[in-house]
């Protein structure tokens, strides 16, 4: 073991065993303290402080959540998908001025998104931008270079990782089975980190699926991670722009209430997810290869809600925000396997504190 990780451990066992000494409780503060022991390098080159990354979540991480995370020391993303392009960059000029220099991403599913998109996140200078699910259009990836704007891609398998690289991805999510959201991994996150840090050697990679405390964060960073992605733990956190019904359902999760399907998304067509098993998937289970809503006229379907953007029809992948109203047994409920880690609501501030504390304790062990 080399002298600076030698002197890393004795610098963590010295911070937990100080606390317990002084009785008082281990509370790590996002910066100035040992959670500094635990930037990595891209932390360094990116300007963050502590290896967490808020996922990209389309409907409910907000610019609210992003500000929050890049606040505590982490990596806050906002999901731009699908904004009007002047919306985009209000939001963006918003986490700008709250954070005052640190960094942000901007997350897009490309399909949902033009070429405005990418030049609004140009004309305010995001620091990094990312993409998932859907080929980058050349056309992005130039401008967004030829500007200096990093961007990384989320990948599931070893082959869209070697892609992703060859299309010049600055760092790549590596998404696993348990992920909650879109997926179509291939394999769990913590064996597929190993074989795509052997296929696309030299490249930073973000662990992302299952997640949700500390000792994930640890094993994640001992296994070569450089920063994880987390999305189902932030969904439960105050700042989220989740509906409360939505954040209670987490809390309440265990970890094998969560399934992935084909169920959703006449909006998204035949794109897998991990949700919640409520009474639509539990009907469907098993039985959504063709997709429930598949060559069917969706104007067809039942109402089972509103949103802010009008009628939610069965089968819709709309998630539920705030001011959703229905019956959640009927819509999409997006969520990883770490529902089963997740037992209260919290402050952003406060997760990343106790993951930080978490893993430095133990690292130090
Ligand atoms: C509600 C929800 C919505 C998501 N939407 C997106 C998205 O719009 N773009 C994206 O890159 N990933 C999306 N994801 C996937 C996340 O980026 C990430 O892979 C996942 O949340 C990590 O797993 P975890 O939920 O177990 O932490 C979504 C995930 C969830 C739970």
Request: hydrophobic residues 40%; glycine residues 8%; aromatic residues 8%.
């Amino acid at each position: 073991m080399s002298n600076s990780s030698n002197s890393r451990r004795k610098f963590l066992k010295q911070t937990a065993l100080g606390a317990a000494f002084l009785g008082a409780p281990l509370v790590v503060q996002a910066e100035n303290t040992p959670a500094n022991s635990l930037q990595t390098t891209l932390c360094k080159a990116y300007g963050f402080s502590v290896p967490i990354v808020s996922a990209g979540m389309a409907f409910v991480a907000n610019a609210d959540l992003a500000i929050a995370v890049s606040t505590s020391g982490g990596l806050g993303q906002m999901s731009g998908s699908g904004f009007p392009v002047d919306y985009l960059q209000s939001e963006i000029k918003r986490i700008k001025s709250a954070l005052k220099g640190k960094p942000f991403a901007i997350n897009f599913l490309p399909r949902f998104i033009q070429l405005e998109h990418i030049e609004v996140c140009i004309s305010e200078q995001v620091p990094v931008v990312v993409f998932f699910w859907d080929e980058v259009p050349s056309q992005y990836l130039e401008r967004l270079k030829a500007n200096k704007i990093k961007v990384w891609i989320q990948v599931g398998s070893i082959q869209e990782a070697i892609q992703a690289k060859a299309a010049g991805a600055d760092a790549l999510i590596v998404q696993g089975i348990e992920a909650g959201g879109h997926n179509r991994s291939t394999a769990s996150a913590f064996s597929l980190l190993p074989n795509i840090k052997k296929a696309v050697p030299n490249t930073p990679l973000i662990l992302a699926g299952g997640i949700a405390d500390g000792q994930g964060l640890a094993a994640a960073l001992t296994m070569g991670a450089e920063a994880v992605s987390i999305g189902t733990r932030f969904i439960a956190s105050s700042e989220s722009n989740a509906h409360p019904e939505y954040k209670n359902r987490i809390v309440k999760a265990e970890v094998h209430d969560t399934v992935r399907h084909n169920i959703f998304g006449y909006d998204f067509p035949d794109a897998t997810v991990r949700g919640i098993r409520n009474k639509i998937v539990a009907e469907f289970e098993g039985k959504d290869y063709p997709a429930p809503y598949a060559n069917k006229n969706h104007e067809t379907f039942p109402i089972i809600g509103q949103s802010a953007m009008g009628p939610i029809r069965r089968f819709s992948g709309v998630l539920p925000t705030p001011e959703t109203t229905g019956d959640f047994e009927q819509m999409s409920l997006l969520a990883g396997e770490s529902v089963g880690l997740i037992k209260d609501i919290q402050p952003v501030a406060e997760i990343i504190n106790q993951m930080i504390t978490e893993a430095s304790n133990s690292l130090a062990k």
